[in-house]
């Protein structure tokens, strides 16, 4: 039997369900997991025999015990208990269940029961958040840095030159040229059309050029960001970062060889 899992967001759990159940599955379970971030919650569903009965499991990490979710008896009925049994055991807010124990599914005798955890393990994730958020810093004090650097780089420009009034200095050249013999004058004219060509041209080619990207000064940004991220959804975007710079240092060389 094949398992298939797939992240979604809790915006996509009763879209989840709705296809789900369009397409004949059967409910199977939803699995709470304490996890770091907070409550992991796992929603399995096994499709039909043509397909193999496949369980395909929808993961929305870190509900909140302040954030609510939408319950999925709308379209699965038998979803209830679990339902019930993430309220009462994890503290899950879940609204519009459609037979809801409004807390009283389990007789326990401390609330969110399975949220408690050992001293050793309280010690661990306070020393994980620490080194969270003292990595979320440094990541944020490069990024501060290298926009600093790149402000400075951008205050050194070169002083671009005043444009130059050529139809004037021509008007210069050839005043100067008639008191010149015609063939000297002629010399002059033409050395000073072969100045002003190359002149031109070395402005157009300095106004096409961008400047360049400070990738350092990207990456440290980005770093920034999924320092909050989950561990495999921060290695996504890393990963599309990565393509991002490879093609645009890609389509630079390019440019460069033609």
Not at 9 to 35: K, P
Not at 92 to 115: C, E, H, L, R
Not at 179 to 201: C, G, S
């Amino acid at each position: 039997m094949a398992q298939h899992f797939e992240d979604i967001s809790i915006d996509d759990i009763l879209s989840v369900a709705e296809r789900e159940h369009e397409a004949h599955s059967r409910f199977v379970q939803v699995l709470c997991i304490n996890g770091e971030e907070g409550i992991d919650l796992v929603y399995s569903y096994q499709k039909t025999a043509d397909q193999g009965y496949a369980v395909h499991n929808y993961r929305v990490h870190g509900v909140k015990p302040e954030t609510h979710i939408p319950s999925v008896t709308k379209f699965y009925l038998v979803a209830f208990p679990f339902e019930n049994e993430a309220h009462d055991l994890f503290g899950v807010q879940v609204d519009d269940i459609a037979i809801d124990f409004k807390g009283g599914f389990y007789k326990v005798a401390i609330d969110k029961p399975m949220t408690v955890i050992s001293p050793a393990q309280k010690a661990a994730r306070e020393k994980a958040a620490k080194l969270a958020a003292a990595k979320a810093a440094k990541a944020a004090k490069a990024a501060q840095e290298a926009a600093s650097k790149t402000e400075a780089a951008a205050g050194e420009r070169v002083q671009v030159a005043p444009a130059i009034d050529w139809e004037a200095e021509r008007a210069k050249v050839e005043a100067k040229c008639a008191n010149l013999d015609a063939d000297k004058a002629v010399k002059v004219m033409a050395a000073f059309d072969a100045k002003m060509k190359k002149a031109q041209a070395e402005a157009a080619k300095a106004a096409d050029v961008k400047p360049a990207v400070d990738w350092e000064a990207e990456r440290a940004k980005v770093e920034a960001k999924c320092a909050n991220l989950p561990e495999d959804k921060a290695a996504k975007v890393m990963a599309a970062f990565e393509a991002k710079v490879r093609a645009a240092q890609g389509d630079a060389s390019a440019k460069g060889g033609e």
